[in-house]
C-alpha cells in the first residue's frame, strides 16, 4: 500500500515590529505534513513580546483555519507548537496552504508564505470568526505604558477588559466590597472538598480580589477566558487562588508553571491526561 506524503517549510518572516522583543526582530518557522490523511504542524519562533496574545493560523488563497492550540511565548522569546489535525475538519486541505501567520489582532507579527507573497489579509475577511469568540474578545489588549503609575495601568486595563464583556457590571469603587460580594456567590466544587471557596468570575472581576489584578493582561489568562468564558477564583483562611480551565498539554506545563500557574488539577473523579480537561492554578 503506498502512504500518501507530503512536506512543506515555510520560513516565517516578520510583518510589524510592534511585538518584537528587541531589536534583533522576531523569526519563526513552520513544518507543515500530510502522512495518511493526518496532518501535523510543528511551529517555532523566537524574538517575539511575551505578554501579547497571539494566535496562528492556516491561510489558503481566500480562507484560513485557526490552529487549535494556544500560542505561548516564554520569558525568553521563544515558543513551540505541535498540532495535529484532519484537513476535512478544518475545511483546509494541506496542498492549498498558502500561507502561516502568527496574529495578534488584525496584525501580524510573523508571516510565512509557501511560493510568493500575496494578499493574505482577505483572508481574515473572507469569512467570520470561529463562534465562541465574538469581535470584542478578539481585540488585543494594549500593554500599558511603563512610565504610568500602577493605577493608571490598573484603570487602563479596566476599560480594555471592558471590550470582553460590555454587559458587565461596573467594577464596585471598594475592593473590600466587591471582594466580599464575590466570594458571597454560590460555591463551586470543582476538586471536591478542598478546604477552598471557590467561585466563577469573569476576567474583568480579577482587580476585585487584592494582588490579582495584574494578571487581567496575562496572555494565559485571556486564551482561557476567550475558550471558556470564565475562570474559577478561590479562597481559604490565608490565601487567594486563580483557576483558568484548559486542556492538559505535558508540552505546556512548563510555561504554565513559568507563568505561575504552579499547580494543575484534574476536575473531581477524573484523571489527569493528555488532551484531558483540567485547571491550571496558581496561589497569591
Given at each position: 500500500?503506498?502512504?500518501?506524503?507530503?512536506?512543506?517549510?515555510?520560513?516565517?518572516?516578520?510583518?510589524?515590529?510592534?511585538?518584537?522583543?528587541?531589536?534583533?526582530?522576531?523569526?519563526?518557522?513552520?513544518?507543515?505534513?500530510?502522512?495518511?490523511?493526518?496532518?501535523?504542524?510543528?511551529?517555532?519562533?523566537?524574538?517575539?513580546?511575551?505578554?501579547?496574545?497571539?494566535?496562528?493560523?492556516?491561510?489558503?488563497?481566500?480562507?484560513?483555519?485557526?490552529?487549535?492550540?494556544?500560542?505561548?511565548?516564554?520569558?525568553?522569546?521563544?515558543?513551540e507548537i505541535k498540532w495535529e489535525f484532519i484537513p476535512s475538519k478544518t475545511g483546509i486541505e494541506v496542498s492549498d496552504i498558502k500561507a502561516v501567520a502568527v496574529?495578534?489582532g488584525d496584525k501580524a507579527p510573523l508571516i510565512g508564505f509557501v511560493a510568493g507573497e500575496y494578499n493574505w489579509q482577505r483572508c481574515l475577511m473572507a469569512r467570520?470568526?470561529?463562534?465562541?469568540?465574538?469581535?470584542?474578545?478578539?481585540?488585543?489588549?494594549?500593554?500599558?505604558?511603563?512610565?504610568?503609575?500602577?493605577?493608571?495601568?490598573?484603570?487602563?486595563?479596566?476599560?480594555?477588559?471592558?471590550?470582553?464583556?460590555?454587559?458587565?457590571?461596573?467594577?464596585?469603587?471598594?475592593?473590600?466590597?466587591?471582594?466580599?460580594?464575590?466570594?458571597?456567590?454560590?460555591?463551586?466544587?470543582?476538586?471536591?472538598?478542598?478546604?477552598i471557596k471557590w467561585v466563577k468570575a469573569n476576567i474583568k472581576e480579577l482587580c476585585l480580589v487584592k494582588g490579582m489584578w495584574k494578571y487581567i493582561n496575562n496572555?494565559?489568562?485571556?486564551?482561557?477566558?476567550?475558550?471558556?468564558?470564565?475562570?474559577?477564583?478561590?479562597?481559604?483562611?490565608?490565601?487567594?487562588?486563580?483557576?483558568?480551565?484548559?486542556?492538559?498539554?505535558?508540552?505546556?506545563?512548563?510555561?504554565?508553571?513559568?507563568?505561575?500557574?504552579?499547580?494543575?488539577?484534574?476536575?473531581?473523579?477524573?484523571?489527569?491526561?493528555?488532551?484531558?480537561?483540567?485547571?491550571?492554578?496558581?496561589?497569591?
Open positions: 500500500m503506498i502512504m500518501a506524503y507530503s512536506r512543506v517549510f515555510i520560513a516565517l518572516k516578520q510583518g510589524c515590529n510592534d511585538f518584537t522583543r528587541d531589536a534583533r526582530g522576531a523569526v519563526g518557522r513552520c513544518i507543515i505534513e500530510l502522512r495518511n490523511g493526518v496532518g501535523r504542524l510543528l511551529l517555532q519562533t523566537q524574538g517575539l513580546r511575551n505578554d501579547c496574545d497571539y494566535r496562528v493560523c492556516m491561510l489558503t488563497k481566500d480562507s484560513y483555519t485557526e490552529v487549535a492550540k494556544p500560542f505561548y511565548v516564554d520569558i525568553s522569546g521563544k515558543s496574529l495578534s467570520a470568526r470561529v463562534p465562541s469568540v465574538s469581535a470584542a474578545e478578539a481585540e488585543t489588549p494594549h500593554k500599558a505604558t511603563e512610565t504610568a503609575s500602577a493605577e493608571e495601568s490598573k484603570e487602563k486595563l479596566i476599560c480594555i477588559i471592558n471590550e470582553f464583556d460590555k454587559n458587565i457590571n461596573d467594577i464596585k469603587t471598594s475592593i473590600q466590597e466587591g471582594e466580599n460580594a464575590l466570594f458571597d456567590r454560590e460555591c463551586e466544587q470543582p476538586f471536591g472538598d478542598d478546604g496572555p494565559f489568562v485571556i486564551k482561557s477566558c476567550r475558550d471558556y468564558h470564565y475562570i474559577l477564583l478561590g479562597k481559604d483562611d490565608n490565601c487567594c487562588y486563580l483557576a483558568v480551565p484548559g486542556v492538559y498539554d505535558r508540552e505546556y506545563r512548563l510555561e504554565a508553571q513559568a507563568q505561575g500557574f504552579k499547580d494543575i488539577k484534574p476536575p473531581v473523579n477524573e484523571p489527569l491526561e493528555q488532551g484531558k480537561s483540567c485547571y491550571y492554578i496558581m496561589k497569591c
